[in-house]
């Protein structure tokens, strides 16, 4: 039912086990968004695409665990609210920063958002087009993409691949991002994200913090530290940028503390980060 994508691969080899059994409920959104209703050849499907990512490119910890397959935006408090403004507002634009294989993209279509109203944007492609295969859509779907680092001015800046959306995004979505940034690039992504953002346009995401906040560990390209945020450090950041009713809660969660690369925690207090903030 699928076959991999050809292009090119920054990522270094990784050599995990094999994903855990997969239940029916880690099937639902491959389900409902293919209208495919037989389960084991959903899982065989599955299996196939998660083993050709597997090869190719790094597998995250949350990827080895078939978050994948979960969106992760229908637990934010804000996505109805969200949900129902860019509905009843065909012309907004919804931006998911950090996609991935692309599911949240899925579940706002599902909802019922035009698939026009959606850009999808990561560092690279190639989770995104292995997307295209696990959901089965690779010659129909409507969503523009770009990719890119938005802790990179030339992205977002008027010449670069998402130069036409600045001060237009009425919505931006970071599932799972911050936490692998260093501190300086968390500032960078936040000020790139404010600058594509239309006035009172919302940005709104989840991320792993700590308590108290500070250096975690390596960032994916080595270069430095990946900092995690504490509900108030992270507040204070998006305040001094210019967001304004900035709101971030923070929860003890055991899955979401443990699912950055299987990473020795030495002693951090891990924390799951949700936030909005308006621009």
Known sequence: MASEPKQQNPYPYATPEEPRNLSDDDL????????????????????????????????????????????????????????????????????????????????????GVPAQSVTATDITPDYWEFGKYLFMDRDTLAVQSAFGSFTDPEFTAATGPLGHLSGRVAFAWAGAVLHVLSAEDVRAFATHVHAVLAPGGVWFGTCVGSEPPGD????????????????????????????????????VNVDGARMQDGIEDNGTQKVMLSYTARK
């Not at 597997?54 to 996505?79: D, N």
């Not at 080595?222 to 709101?247: A, M, T």
């Open 28 to 111: 639902s959104l491959l389900s409902q968004y293919t209208g495919e209703k037989d389960l084991e050849k959903l899982r065989a499907h599955v299996l196939t695409i998660w083993r050709n990512v597997k090869s190719k490119l790094w597998v995250y910890a949350c990827v080895q665990r078939l978050m994948f397959l979960h969106p992760r935006i229908t637990g934010h408090e804000f996505y109805a609210q969200a949900l129902d403004t860019i509905k009843s507002a065909p012309d907004s634009i919804f931006l998911d920063i950090g996609c991935c294989f692309g599911q949240d993209t899925r579940q706002l279509i599902l909802d």
């Open 216 to 251: 975690w560990a390596p960032t994916p390209n080595g270069k430095g530290r990946r900092y995690l945020h504490s509900p108030s450090s992270l507040q204070s950041l998006l305040e001094h940028i210019g967001f304004s009713q900035v709101e971030v809660v923070g929860s």
